[in-house]
């Protein structure tokens, strides 16, 4: 599959930003592309990694021949980012972003950059590394990428866009900005949320030893504790752009949690079998979607 | 590694019992394996997959050569399997479990067979999958066996004990009972609690439909059905069987997430990154100590 863009500009070369550089350069090698990040550290990693043709220390200079640019910067510098890109934009570029979280930022880029068109997007992939060494061109491989066009855009160059996520690999989804905040709140930030809390509340007991947790985590603990190791920048931004969402989504799982803490006080076995068989059957769901791997313990290798 | 035990009889031949039956048959080849389960669909299936020397009908003839017993079923069902067996014991005979909690375990074993050793043991170690078939011998290898003698239990059965769980690969640790509960509340029992909580809660939002949630799943979610998936019944009777652990553990985590909720609502993003930042380290001390893959995504493929 090829895409209609000859020119791709990157800002911001994390874990995302990288990998979609280096997935252009193995499945569009045709396509120039050009790198930014606002961090001296990360340009000069990513020169030595060699994943763009070209990074420059300039944001605006590293948009100037670019027909897409694709902000993947975390959702707080997305602002920020606008700004310094816009005065190298040409007037036909699209502008694109990756952020996880898609009202707000389309809102705001919309307001920066007032006369491009602007088509936001998600794709929903990742690990719990970051930085340019951390990317990899197949992390987009048969994962969604969700594009939430306003009613009214430029149809064609929503298109333009999903095809260049088709050949990263992706599965491609249109949708409302609003939709795709609850969507991904319940999907994904919340998850997030209750992992980084259930890490720090075992890591500060009086009465276990953080050596203790470390040593049986295989219990179940460990699963959480890569959810919790991921980009703290990025998430504090995520919660603060998707915040009510997030806290309409926590208080459903807080009613939840009440209730089967209570069936536990109570000792009602039936509530809490009842429960755990019905949850069984959404990973099967999962698996058959082909989104996570069939293979016990999620394949991990154990020694 | 050899044991000293001659003949051991498994009780129970889901995930674990099959697991240990199997790691026996390969690392202790001199020892003589007898299974039993109170399923008659899992003795078939048990048979055919031919783990044991022999699979009994009944669970009292299942171990009378045995000088070694472990039962291998939920926390539940344990007080009925040491009823079951009593009547074909040795006298010489020590008695094992493999149960997930284990003060109120031993106090009833003790009590059903007064006149036995009785050794309370857990392998911290397990998938997500149930039943004879998906029992491996290696499950074990490198992870911790936690052994809850009482003060004044025959030392000589406790370091054979801990032999024969090296000899299956296991890392082997002594603990009070009292504690085990406390530190597996923590690394075990309230984690799954709260994936089977959060799967719930996503499979049942009117705003955002299953599907979608089947769909999106890689941005967090999946992580959790994989604990969620884990055997029903089994957790309902570890749940009722650690309820003072769990619940005091659970209150420390509302706390944590009423406070990581505030911060949210105020917009407080300090807060939110240092306690991301924090959690993030823990990650790292848990691939360090060889309890979960260094490799990205837990090391998952992708198709």
Partial sequence: MSSEFKSVAIIGLGLIGSSIARGVREYMPDMRVTGFDASDAARAESRDLGFCHNVMDDAAAAVTDADLVILAVPVGRMADAARAIAPGLRND???????????????MLRSVLPNHV??????????????PAAGFASLFEQRWCIITPRGGDNAEAVQKL???????????????????????????????????????????????TESEVIKYSAGG????????????????????NNKDAVLGTLQRFNEDLT??????????????????????KIRRSIIDEGQDDPAPNFGRRHS
């Fill in 259 to 280: 209730g089967l803490q209570q069936a536990i006080r109570k000792g009602d076995g039936e509530k809490l079998e009842a429960w755990f068989t019905r949850t069984r």
């Fill in 118 to 131: 602007i088509i936001p997007a998600h794709p929903v992939a990742g690990t719990e590394n970051s930085g």
């Fill in 162 to 208: 999903a095809t260049f996520w088709q050949a990263l690999g992706a599965k491609v989804e249109e949708m409302d900005a609003r939709h795709h905040d609850l969507v991904l709140a319940v999907t994904s930030h919340l998850p997030h949320l209750i992992a980084y809390t259930i890490v720090g509340t075992a890591s500060e007991l009086e009465e276990v």
């Fill in 93 to 107: 570029a699209i502008i694109s972003d990756v952020g996880s979280s898609k009202a707000s930022v389309a809102d």
């Fill in 221 to 240: 603990f460990r699963d959480f504790t890569r959810i919790a190791a991921s980009d703290p920048v990025m998430w504090r931004d995520i919660f603060l």
